[in-house]
């Protein structure tokens, strides 16, 4: 089956602009979360929805937003872009009602430049 | 204040040796946990768990141990292979609650031919 799908891989963006990143599960799966992975950070995690209602939210600036749609899919959008922006993030999934339980299916991740 | 704890970096481990990674945590409140493997340009790999009512948890090559009174789980991997070289995360949840799955930043394992 198909796996978690991230697009776009590759996005160049510059300083004040906004992005938008889409996340489409694995099919049956309601739970989508994204992290942040930077060098010496580790996966930073941003939110977590469950059928399109966030669950859980990090400890990010509110220029990272979110949305889950009805189908599963789900989008993060980061307005105002600033340098330390750029990451990669990733987006996973899974089919357990307690995220996480019984292991996330990651996607490759978008990989974000801010210039 | 990371919850989650890789204190080593990086690891380098011969071929056919076993290869050791370490992961402490800090929130007893947590009592389920994982291992993902990344490898560059890709997504984080589900690797194994163990919950908190074992101390140990056996999948082929990958053992996980975990000691509950020390905060204190580890990754066993024997025999180590040239394909095991990846970045390795530690992952912790509190399964009672609708909690994130916390991260620890990751060790680097290097398995050298």
């Known amino acids: 089956k198909a796996g978690v799908t991230q697009t776009p891989r590759y996005l160049i963006k510059t300083r004040g602009q906004q992005v938008t990143l889409s996340c489409s599960p694995i099919?049956?799966?309601?739970?989508v979360s994204w992290y942040q992975q930077t060098p010496g950070q580790g996966l930073q995690f941003l939110f977590e929805y469950f059928s399109e209602t966030q669950r859980n939210k990090g400890n990010f600036p509110g220029r990272f937003s979110g949305r889950q749609f009805s189908n599963s899919r789900s989008e993060m959008n980061v307005s105002t872009l600033e340098l330390g922006d750029s990451a990669l993030y990733l987006c996973?999934?899974?089919?357990?009602?307690?995220?996480?339980?019984?292991?996330?299916?990651f996607g490759s991740g978008t990989r974000l430049t801010v210039v | 204040d990371q919850q989650v704890k890789q204190n080593s970096p990086s690891l380098s481990v011969q071929e056919g040796r076993i290869s050791i990674l370490n992961c402490d945590y800090t929130?007893?409140?947590?009592?389920?946990f994982l291992w993902y493997k990344k490898y560059p340009a890709e997504g984080p790999t589900f690797l194994i768990s163990?919950?908190?009512?074992?101390d140990k948890n056996e999948d082929g090559r990958f053992t996980v141990f975990l000691n509950k009174s020390a905060k204190h789980l580890s990754l066993h991997i024997v025999p180590s292979q040239p394909g095991d070289s990846a970045v390795y995360f530690c992952a912790a949840i509190y399964s009672g609650g609708y909690q994130k799955v916390t991260f620890g930043i990751g060790t680097k394992l290097q398995v050298i031919p």
């Open positions: 163990i919950s908190s009512i074992k």
């Open positions: 996973a999934s899974s089919r357990a009602e307690q995220s996480g339980v019984g292991g996330y299916t």
């Open positions: 099919s049956g799966h309601r739970s």
């Open positions: 929130n007893s409140m947590f009592d389920y």
